[in-house]
């Protein structure tokens, strides 16, 4: 009896994840607005070291979210120069607690994140940390790409995204009704 009911745990667990995974895949990308001033636009921060240790030693790389509107599902990647760095692991953090996630890594292609919910998470913090071998000279090339960001109402969010040198990047998009 025991049996049975942890397999259909895990089948409605696997069941949840390829529900984000299929929804993130018809999501559009970048969905986000360029002034980091808005009511209600959260705020996705990426922090690196300005420079690079040296090759073959290993550093973090961090996602925070700051103003959190409230979300109920998330998903994005973190991109990088594999000349450069390769990915070694990756800790999910407090942020995504009491929420099903995923994650992934490929060590020369990033890092890969997804987060569901049915009621909308308001918390802020660090969302992820990830860790790096320097393999080569050159810059890192760090992105956070392709984030799908909604709430419980499946609305999508605002967001902007800020990087180590204070830049604030977003695409223009303007809203579409969901």
Do not use: W
């Not at 986000?32 to 090759?55: I, K, M, R, T």
């Not at 925070?64 to 000349?83: E, R």
């Not at 802020?124 to 392709?146: M, P, Q, R, T, W």
């Amino acid at each position: 009896m025991k049996n049975k009911r942890r397999c259909g745990v895990l089948l409605a667990g696997l069941l949840c994840f390829c529900m984000v995974v299929s929804l993130s895949a018809l999501a559009e990308t970048g969905e986000g607005s360029a002034s980091p001033d808005a009511v209600g636009q959260a705020v996705f921060e990426l922090s690196y070291p300005s420079e690079l240790p040296a090759v073959g030693e290993t550093f973090e790389v961090t996602v925070s979210l700051k103003d959190n509107p409230g979300f109920a599902n998330l998903d994005f990647g973190v991109s990088s120069d594999s000349s450069v760095v390769e990915c070694q692991s990756l800790d999910v953090r407090d942020v995504l607690n009491g929420m099903f996630h995923a994650s992934n890594y490929v060590a020369d292609k990033g890092a890969l994140f997804a987060a569901a919910a049915a009621e909308n998470n308001y918390l802020n913090g660090v969302v992820a940390k990830i860790h790096y071998k320097v393999i080569g000279d050159g810059e890192s090339g760090f992105e956070l790409k392709n984030i799908n960001f909604g709430n419980e109402a499946d609305e999508k969010l605002k967001y902007s995204i800020q990087y180590p040198s204070g830049n604030i990047d977003a695409p223009p998009v303007s809203p579409t009704d969901n």
